[in-house]
């Protein structure tokens, strides 16, 4: 796209946001907080059950909620996937020829949303929980019609749910999902293990766990506080012959947690591209 197209200029932008349950209202707080920073100049919500902060913000005329539909800018679509077709006819009032659409819909394909919603212009996110608290990892795939531009606009509104990757091609959406969309479950799950093996070790169950999860919120807040990387802050606690390493010979020796991580993440892609292609033949 040229630098005087809508997006590259700095009009601000009319963003309709469709569902505010837990993403869309994360979205929505973070823009809320400088529309002019986020590229908006208006905001309307569609949420059938809106949370106390969205009612808020239209009490205070910061956003029009549940208005009638009009041609946006800008289209967010934070509905649940299985909520997609439902939602069709409603969308379509929304979306013209030059509508941005940015979905979060996880698996849902650039090319259904195009073709359903009839605009070649289609952002496709996938984010994961602590997105709700500003602190989520988000991957993002734009459709051939997008430019530069779009790619601005679209990391803009996604920038309030965290880290924000992209354009990455679509093909790559499945590893994404796989890594960051999972992962934090991947996470949960080491703090279930790390408290079952303390409780082996000897410890009561509520000892366990409390230092298994202080353990790894007090190693992430390392992770995010210093520069070094992973593997680092890692040998950094590792001396030789001592506890940490024989801990660790087992963890990354064959079959352990490299490979294991491997296998899952593997897995996770194969289950992401089944799902896809189920939800394109349900069309
Ligand atoms: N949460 C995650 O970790 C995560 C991770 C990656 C991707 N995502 C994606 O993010 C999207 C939103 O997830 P979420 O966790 O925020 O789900 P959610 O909390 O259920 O939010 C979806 C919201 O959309 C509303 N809604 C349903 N149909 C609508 C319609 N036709 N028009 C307007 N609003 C409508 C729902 O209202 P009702 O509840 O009244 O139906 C609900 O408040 C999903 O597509 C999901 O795939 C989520």
Not at 230 to 253: D, F, H, I, N, Y
Request: contains cysteine.
């Amino acid at each position: 796209m040229s630098a005087t197209s809508e997006f590259g200029s700095a009009r601000l932008l009319h963003v309709a946001l469709i569902g505010a349950g837990r993403m869309g209202s994360a979205m929505a707080r973070g823009w809320l907080g400088d529309l002019g920073a986020a590229g908006i100049a208006r905001l309307s919500v569609v949420e059938p059950h809106p949370g106390e902060d969205v009612v808020a913000a239209a009490d205070g005329g910061l956003i029009a909620l549940n208005d009638p539909a009009e041609i946006a800018d800008i289209v967010v679509l934070a509905v649940k996937p299985q909520g997609f077709s439902d939602a069709v006819d409603a969308l379509k009032a929304w979306v013209g020829p030059q509508t941005l659409v940015v979905s979060i819909m996880a698996g849902v394909t650039i090319a259904r949303i195009a073709m359903v919603l009839g605009s070649s212009k289609v952002a496709r996110a996938m984010p994961n929980t602590p997105g709700a608290i500003g602190m989520g990892a988000t991957g993002y795939t734009l459709s051939d019609a997008c430019g530069d531009d779009e790619a601005i606009a679209t990391a803009r509104l996604l920038e309030p749910l965290g880290l924000v990757v992209g354009p990455l091609k679509e093909v790559q959406m499945d590893a994404v999902t796989a890594v960051s969309g999972s992962g934090p479950a991947y996470v949960f799950l080491l703090v279930e293990a790390l408290g079952a093996a303390g409780r082996s070790a000897g410890l009561d169950e509520a000892t366990a766990i409390a230092l298994a999860r202080e353990t790894v919120i007090g190693a992430g807040a390392l992770l995010s506080d210093f520069a070094e990387s992973p593997a680092e802050l890692r040998k950094q606690v590792t001396s030789p012959g001592g506890t940490t390493a024989a801990a660790l010979g087992v963890l990354m020796g064959e079959g352990g947690m490299p490979d294991l991580m491997t296998r899952a993440v593997d897995a996770a892609v194969k289950r992401g591209a089944e799902l896809a292609q189920e939800a394109e033949k349900k069309g």
